[in-house]
Structure formats: structure tokens, C-alpha cells
């Protein structure tokens, strides 16, 4: 795994860094915890531009972003809940985490994209309720810039820094990225496995309707 997106960054540079980052926040075949730090490595080598690596991952990020933002303020807060109910078991998300999410963001705003996009599992869900709650589309792209920039470069620098250690440090990486794959994958099966026991906990009436 190591070797792969290093190399893969190497060949497709920037635009690499911004595909990439924008894949992981609509749907993380890789996520940013691996590709930063690597795009880090890689520009401490020489191969990219440090600064370029950070622009090409924090516009990855938002652009990554968008689509849920306005998929949610299209879309509405009742289609949307309509969806999450008929397709929660696959979506892993149901109708009242969404109201969750909304009345959280209503408390905070502002505040919620920006720490949000700090946040791991939160930075893509996020833009929902901030679409929902329809912020205005310059705000969202403010807070969540400034929190994408953010994590981006706290990543970024993690692997710039250690690029003296790379030999030793991919010798760990490696095991613990496949590692971290591995474990979202599984907790998204957990997730599909056990829906139902806990959407329907005690509540025995709503789980005699649905069957």
C-alpha cells in the first residue's frame, strides 16, 4: 500500500493529490489520513512542491465536498430522510441521525464546518447538514477551506517531517494502513449487520411494521 501511492503520486503529481482527496470525501476508497502523509513524503524527496501539495489537497477536499453540500440543498431534508428510511441498512444512516446532524449544525454553524472538517468520519458528513440548513455557498467554501487547510497540513507536515526515517517508517505504514482499510471496512459491515437491532431498540411496534 505504501508503495503503491507513493508511487502513484510520483507519476500523477499534483492532480494526483487532488483526485485523490477528492475521492475521499465523497466515498474513501483511501482515506486522507494515508494520503497526506504520503504526498508529504513524496515532496520531501523532492518529487512535488510542498506548498503545491498542500493547495492540491485542501481543493481536493472541499471540491470532495460540493457534491454533498448541494446533493443535500437540492435535495431537501425530507427526500433526504425519506431515502436514509428506505435505504438506511446500505446508507448506515437513518432518518433521525440526520435530524441530529441538522439540529446540531443549527446550534453551531459556522463552527461546526470549520472543527468538523477536523474531524475523522465527520468532515464528509458534515457538508449535509450545512446544505440542509442551507449556509450559503461562500461560507461553507470559507470554514471549509480553512478547516480543510488545516488538517491537510497537519498531515502534510507529519510526512515531510519524517522523511529522513522513510526505510523505517514504511516498514510501520504499510502494515497499519492495510490495517486501517481493513477496519473500515469491517465496521461498515457491522454497521450493515446489525441495522436493524439498532434502529428497531426498543421500540417493538415499529420493528412489527417494518416486516
Known amino acids: 500500500m505504501f508503495e503503491f501511492i507513493t508511487n502513484f503520486l510520483e507519476k500523477s503529481g499534483y492532480l494526483g493529490v487532488f483526485a485523490l482527496m477528492a475521492l475521499e470525501n465523497i466515498f474513501p476508497p483511501i482515506p486522507s489520513e494515508m494520503i497526506m502523509p504520503f504526498a508529504g513524503f513524496v515532496a520531501a524527496r523532492g518529487d512535488l512542491n510542498v506548498v503545491g501539495v498542500l493547495v492540491a489537497g485542501t481543493a481536493g477536499s472541499v471540491a470532495g465536498a460540493l457534491p454533498w453540500y448541494y446533493a443535500a440543498k437540492v435535495y431537501g431534508c425530507k427526500r433526504l430522510k425519506q431515502l436514509a428510511e428506505h435505504h438506511a441498512r446500505w446508507l448506515t444512516v437513518t432518518p433521525e441521525d440526520i435530524d441530529h446532524a441538522l439540529e446540531t449544525f443549527r446550534k453551531h454553524g459556522r463552527k461546526a464546518v ?6 475523522p468520519a465527520v468532515r464528509t458528513l458534515i457538508s449535509v447538514p450545512a446544505g440542509l440548513g442551507n ?7 470559507l470554514y471549509s477551506g480553512i478547516g480543510s487547510l488545516a488538517w491537510t ?4 507536515a507529519a510526512g515531510f517531517l519524517l522523511e529522513n526515517n522513510y526505510k523505517e517508517v514504511a516498514k510501520y505504514v504499510d502494515p497499519v494502513s492495510k490495517a486501517v482499510l481493513g477496519g473500515m471496512l469491517a465496521w461498515y459491515l457491522y454497521r450493515v449487520i446489525t441495522y436493524k437491532k439498532r434502529a428497531t431498540s426498543g421500540s417493538p411496534k415499529k420493528e412489527h411494521e417494518t416486516q
Open 114 to 119: 470549520l472543527f468538523g472538517r477536523l474531524i
Open 135 to 141: 449556509m450559503s455557498l461562500a461560507q461553507f467554501l
Open 153 to 156: 497540513g497537519l498531515l502534510t
